[in-house]
């Protein structure tokens, strides 16, 4: 994978494109999730800036994936952590985090796929997901939390002890 400075809007707008990108394909809602958090503006970058982003990581998938058959890509751990480990800084984790379940639950499912780049996330940065989203709001508001939540921290874990790898579809 190609190498972004720590904390840089690149390595952040990395993040999210590969949340997006986890359930199998790039759906209008999660572009709209994308759109509606604002964090486009947060990290200063524009949108062409992010297309490029996401341009970026597809390439490096299709370079540095540890396997690929049926349109399937998949990561492995490491590269995930080496991903995750570009964002030092706690306040932008944090920031994060919340866009990326939001992402998730933009279609109103939690993939496997997705459950694992949310899980590996809160692992690499230490973070419980409760730590991150408000517990109260999040099953309120949250179509895939209602069916998860509480414990959505221990089924999140739980699906990621199961699946080594990550598919990505592009």
């Known amino acids: 994978m190609r190498h972004y400075s720590q904390n840089s809007s690149e390595a952040m707008a990395r993040i999210l494109a590969l949340t997006m990108l986890a359930d ?4 209008k809602t999660e572009l709209e999730a994308i759109a509606k958090s604002k964090i486009l503006n947060h990290i200063e970058m524009t949108e062409a ?32 952590n080496h991903v995750f480990a ?21 279609d109103q499912r939690m993939s496997d ?6 899980s590996q996330a809160l692992s690499t940065w230490g973070f419980d997901l409760v730590e991150v ?10 179509a895939f939390a209602k069916s998860l939540f509480p414990p ?15 598919d990505v579809c592009l």
């Open 24 to 27: 199998g394909g790039l759906d």
């Open 49 to 80: 800036g992010f297309e490029k982003v996401v341009h970026e990581l597809c390439d490096d998938l299709l370079q540095y994936s540890s396997s690929y058959s049926l349109g399937q890509i998949e990561l492995d751990r490491e590269t995930l």
């Open 113 to 118: 796929g997705e459950a694992i780049v949310i």
């Open 133 to 142: 989203v408000n517990p109260q709001s999040f099953v309120r508001h949250s």
């Open 152 to 166: 959505c921290t221990r089924i999140l874990k739980s699906k990621y002890q199961y699946l080594e790898k990550i």
């Open 86 to 106: 570009d964002i030092t800084l706690v306040p932008l984790q944090k920031m994060l985090l919340k866009v990326m379940v939001a992402v998730v639950d933009a």
